[in-house]
């Protein structure tokens, strides 16, 4: 049993930041060498790692464990004025849906809100994801579109996300009134 320092940038250190902790290994060698038992490593932003050592599999590799406080998420507004001429859908009274995203501690994005008025095609770009919120590949979403025109008859829109970023609304099967109301409510995995 003992503990340790780790300073930033060494090799294995389990955080970008430097660390201290503390190791137990159960079982030792010839040498007095730990050969099982484990390792948990605070760094100074009060992130906790832990590894274990199995000798027959070896290091099993860091892992940081998460609290409650990785379950808020930071919501992130999309930069206005969007692309293509779409513009952030009003309800009735008047309430803006405001088109936002974010991440969480295990890296899914969230994008949500909504949007009218704009162009639908599949180069019509409506917003650029940063980087660290893009997808790990190009994918498509399906959402609620307007039913204005259409009488009660449910309708969907086709959304792209691409590895760059950019969000564009492909198709909309109201032919009628395609750009009157588009919603988004996707999630995705990202780097």
Known sequence: ?????????????????????????????SNNKGTFGWVIAVDYRNNVFTNYLDLNLGWQGWRRLLTAADEEVKWT???????????????????????????DALGVVEIIGSITGGKVGFE????????????????HFIGVASSVGKGSTPQIHRTAIGKDGKVCVQYCSNDLNPNEFITFGFRFRTR
């Open 1 to 29: 049993f003992g503990t340790f320092y780790s300073p930033a940038g060494v090799q294995d250190n389990p955080s970008a930041l430097s660390a201290r902790g503390f190791y137990h290994f159960t079982s030792a060698d």
């Open 77 to 103: 507004k999309v930069r206005l004025p969007l692309d293509n001429d779409w513009k952030i859908y009003n309800s009735v009274d008047g309430t803006p849906h405001t088109l936002q995203y974010s991440k």
């Open 124 to 139: 019509s770009v409506v917003f650029t994801l940063e980087e660290g919120f893009r997808p790990l590949q190009s994918t």
